[in-house]
């Protein structure tokens, strides 16, 4: 099984917005990725299954083939088969702060590694945007992220109390060290290695 990284395309927007209510189903308001898209700060990306490709049966018709359901697909409005979304992550480019704003991963594709995946994409993105280290904010309640995200290099660096509007839960504030350091290179070199093995990519 491979998986492919590409920014994120408003015909993913269907499935990127499946993903976030079944991640994170308490979230309110929950977040616009249409309106992201046109976020001049913001940069998201997306991994695909290469294996699978979405079914244009299962995606919900446009707008003309509802009123026309006799219309025949054609050049105008045919529907080819999207590639299968397997999770996203986004952030914020906030100076030379790379804020995490989402991670997100489909419930049959968790603890395969696509956390991890998304992970070192946004250390490369952030690099590329000349970001001198991320940020993220976690629920005080999430210990596994909590673990995943200091397995990555990230250490607690603040608390924002009753930061979630669903239920004013506490959010842990979690910070790299410099992103051009010899340490956070040398982390990211084993752990990109440890990932391809659990991948199977070559």
């Given at each position: 099984?491979?998986?492919?990284?590409?920014?994120?395309?408003?015909?993913?927007?269907?499935?990127?917005?499946?993903?976030?209510?079944?991640?994170?189903?308490?979230?309110?308001?929950?977040?616009?990725?249409?309106?992201?898209?046109?976020?001049?700060i913001?940069?998201?990306?997306?991994?695909?299954?290469?294996?699978?490709?979405?079914?244009?049966?299962?995606?919900?018709?446009?707008?003309?083939?509802?009123?026309?359901?006799w219309?025949?697909?054609?050049?105008?409005?045919?529907?080819?088969?999207?590639?299968?979304?397997?999770?996203f992550?986004?952030?914020?480019?906030?100076?030379?702060?790379?804020?995490?704003?989402?991670?997100?991963?489909?419930?049959?594709?968790?603890?395969?590694?696509?956390?991890?995946?998304?992970?070192?994409?946004?250390?490369?993105l952030?690099?590329?945007?000349?970001?001198?280290?991320?940020?993220?904010?976690?629920?005080?309640?999430?210990?596994?992220?909590?673990?995943?995200?200091?397995?990555?290099?990230?250490?607690?660096?603040?608390?924002?109390?009753g930061?979630?509007?669903?239920?004013r839960?506490?959010?842990?504030?979690?910070?790299t060290?410099?992103?051009?350091?010899?340490?956070?290179?040398?982390?990211?070199?084993?752990?990109?290695?440890?990932?391809?093995e659990?991948?199977?990519?070559?």
């Amino acid at each position: 099984m491979t998986y492919s990284l590409r920014p994120l395309e408003k015909e993913d927007l269907e499935q990127v917005n499946a993903i976030d209510r079944e991640a994170f189903p308490t979230q309110w308001p929950p977040p616009n990725y249409k309106q992201e898209m046109q976020n001049k700060i913001a940069h998201y990306i997306v991994t695909a299954d290469d294996s699978r490709m979405l079914d244009p049966a299962a995606t919900r018709p446009s707008l003309i083939q509802r009123l026309m359901p006799w219309l025949k697909a054609g050049s105008s409005g045919e529907q080819n088969p999207r590639q299968f979304i397997a999770g996203f992550a986004g952030i914020w480019m906030l100076v030379d702060e790379a804020h995490i704003t989402n991670i997100a991963v489909r419930d049959e594709y968790r603890g395969k590694g696509i956390g991890g995946l998304l992970l070192i994409a946004i250390f490369d993105l952030a690099s590329e945007l000349k970001a001198s280290f991320l940020t993220l904010e976690v629920r005080a309640s999430n210990l596994n992220a909590q673990k995943l995200y200091e397995r990555y290099g990230f250490a607690h660096t603040g608390l924002r109390r009753g930061y979630y509007l669903d239920n004013r839960e506490d959010a842990i504030i979690m910070s790299t060290g410099s992103l051009n350091s010899p340490e956070v290179q040398q982390r990211l070199s084993g752990l990109r290695e440890s990932l391809k093995e659990k991948l199977n990519q070559p």
